[in-house]
């Protein structure tokens, strides 16, 4: 008896503990004004921390703004924020607990692409819209599925610009690339492989680095002795950072280039002398000239006391454009809000004009080519459409 | 005597109606979630738990085995359309493959070499995985693992992957009993005892060894196949270190010895996960903290202190001592 | 050429950390899987100094390294002593370093933040370029720090009376027990030595790799990968499998493939498990219990 006992005792005790919780947490008040649920997922510690925090900032701002000035109708909007520390799993779990504890109408997340191709199930077994403010994965809008939407600046529109700049403003011959071995690196690889090859430049290299590695010298090595002139880089800020610090140690005079997962002013704190004059795509600079640009940077920075990031602009605009398809369509209906999403346009945002394609990505947003000038990142040019 | 084999039925069928009816009574999907998450994670547990009662001997690297898993079925389930089953099974045989393949340079190991070897192993895992991009989608992983499907009955709710993933619980708990009980299973013991006498007695000890690998590789193995159906998605960041370390905490925290260890572990573990996200950043910390009060003061777990628990209220009568002696296997 | 001279410095940094498992290894038997983190924690407690208290760079190596220091004496004491006193199987041991990596490591994380900081470095970074070789004084600085580290602990425990008593408990446990040997004092001191000199190493890495919560994690495991190829428990061996892993990593993720450099490194790390477990540079193979 002692034996079977020791056994089922602390089995049956767990499930009695999970039935009183489940019992007692149960009740769920419905609302019954008009409200719509916005669930927020995210980074908000671990390496890409800052991403999410900027995300989470600005997400609150846009909501408190629009409930403030009824920019949704009648309808008010209500914000959950949940940490998803970059990994899929916990993003997933993450996600699940919006939809079903929080019961949000609507999902913004995540930045990291595995983890929003991880909620993304979700999601979609849940039948719920969500939109990515930050993972610019390409396999996020190939998929076919209904539910997701994307904000984030498109990637292989990112590539073809930084390629094309290189070769007509910089009249670079032989480059190379250096990528993170996740799913945004790779993914940015293969586009600018083919943007390479469509501007007609000679690929000389192409190692890759796993996040979280320290020292890149044996890849830049290699980059080295190929001769190349031109180094695009695409990944993460800290990384990147470092990545530039070893090249210049090793005497390596290539220019460098980046995406916007880099975009950070972390990269230029970290970076230091070995970030001047690297040349990378974002979408949103603090003072690039444009009025939507500039009120948002300008009451962004009353409130938190600092510049707000691309990841934190995307979001905010996101968050505008689900206020918008909310009063087209009235009702926090699945269907209806993603039937109102998809048909977005006409807005006039800090980040662009969105429009969504098919496949869920707006094709409206502004492309900054910027470059790093002393401790601020500098405009180039300004590039709009896909 | 009468009285006790009663007793014994009677609290089967309660706690096998109880885990018949839990999804019912638990109509919150997230909640429903959490368990069926616990309930994958209790495999891996219940895998660490036989190699470690079995040969007192620890590894850091299941999540290699539970990657495995995933890969082999999600992988042949996206490209070649194999059925569940079929995939499971063919995970499972490749994943006790891998299992030999590390028991034979396992097998000379001890202590703090072995753990070193189980860890390459998983860091290993974790990088061809990475990196072998052509056949494992590398970074992006893998997505759109189809839900497994039995005859006509399609598993799809959170409800359904409960009654999935808690059968193979239940079967896997009841192997582990079975086997424990058995003349293997005190095989077993004899080797974790001592194993110079055993080998003296004529006990293959490697050969034993190599088999309570492969034992504890198919566990985390057939967990990972419920993962990948579970959550549709996976990729190398889940297959991490940390998560070798997070089981390994699972088993240490319930306790290494007992089945029930594993269960109460991962449960705990999994439940403490998601109900500390608030204190996101001291989770951890009290994790670690948890850990090491664990092993000094409670080094058979917390099913081991509600042993001794009992057996102190039980006070000085005649009973015959039913906590498991210190370094003894007690299912 | 130039892997190699880049396998220098890494090396260097594995050394030390693999030089500290080993001298707790041979010391007490204990396996400190926090060893990794007393490096992150010495370069963050550097970094702390510089900022706060502005000193300058060598007092804050020493500052650095007398807390960790400290911290080891800590660690070994409310952790170490019990699970010793109780007689606790070695696995739990590690399991119990293992808890005090992960709360050094969220501490650190609850303290500085997620985000990378930079340390500065006493020298430049510019690079010295001699033909097609170029190197940096930083990474001769830490090189030269690595062996001046080295050199100051060869003295202690060859020359100083606490350092013969180590070593004679490294030797020995009860012989030494017998001989009136504290083994409790000689254990504190051990720890102390290794995690000071973790502290020193992390100090001397952080200007190359940046400070982050998580920079101990890996160079650690890499560290007990060094030692253990060397020969665990013995320090010329730690020493020289340190910098025997430092220039393979270099060569092989230079010459075979980046991605797969790591699991490279794991695998030549079963392999020599396998093959020869005593370790490359360790004559006899000796009996580990």
Redesign the interface.
Known sequence: MSRVKNWLLPLLATLIVVCLIAGLAGCNQAASKKVLKIGVVGPESGTAAQLGQGQHKAVQMAVDEINAKKAAGDWQLEVFFEDDEGNPTKSASATNKLIQQSNVNVIIGAINSSATLADMVVSGRAGIPQITAGSTGASITQQGDKWILRTAVNDEFQANELVKYAKDVLGLKKVATFTAADDYGQSGAKLLAAAIEKQGLQYVASPTYNNGDKDFKPQLLNVKSSGAQGIFMWGLYTEAALISKQARQLAISAQLFGASGMAAQKLIELGGDAVQGLVLTQTFLPDSGNQAVRDFVAKYKSKYQENPIPHAAQAYDTVYIIADALKRANSTAPDALRDALTKTGGLKLVTGEPKFNTQGDDIGKYLLITTIKGDTFELLKTVSGS | MIKRVMRKKIILLAAGAAILVLPVLVSNNYYLHVINLAGIYTLITIGLNLLSGYTGQVSMGQAGFFAVGTYVAGLLAINLNIPFWAAALAALVITAACGAIIAIPAMRLSGPYLVLATVGFGEIVRLVLLNWTPVTRGAAGLTGIPLPKFFTWQCSSESQFYYLIFSVVLLGTYIAYRLAHSKVGRTFAAIREDEVAAEAMGVRVSRYKTAAFILSAVYAGMAGVLYGVFSGVASPDNFTFDDSVTFLCMSVIGGNRSIAGAIVGSFMLTGMSEALRALQAYRLIIYGGVLIFTVIYMPQGLVGLAVTVRKAIKGGKDKPASAPAEGEWKP | M??LL?GLP?GAIYALVALSYSLI?AASGV?NWSQGDMVMLGAYIAFSLFQFFHVGFTLALLGSMFLVGAIGVVVQFC?LR??RK?E?????????T??????S???A??IW????Q?FPSPVS???M?VGAL?V?W?DLLIVFGAFCLMGVLHYLLKKTRKGKALRAVAQDRYAAILMGVDTNKSDALAFAASAALGAAAGILIAP???V?F??G??IG?KG??AA?IGG?GNIPAAIAGGFFLGIV???????I???????IT??L??LV??LR?SGLFLRKARQ?A
């Open positions: 130039q892997y880049n890494i290894y396996l952790i019990p699970l109780r606790a199987p070695p696995i739990n041991v590690v399991i119990a293992l808890g005090v990596a992960i709360v490591r969220n501490i994380l609850a933040g997620p985000e990378a930079i970074s510019v690079p370029t170029s940096t930083q190359v790799f940046f982050t998580n920079m994690a890996g495991l007990f990968v253990v665990l990593e270099s060569l092989a993720g230079g010459l493939s980046s991605g797969y450099r790591d699991a794991f695998t790390l079963i498990l396998w477990p580990r």
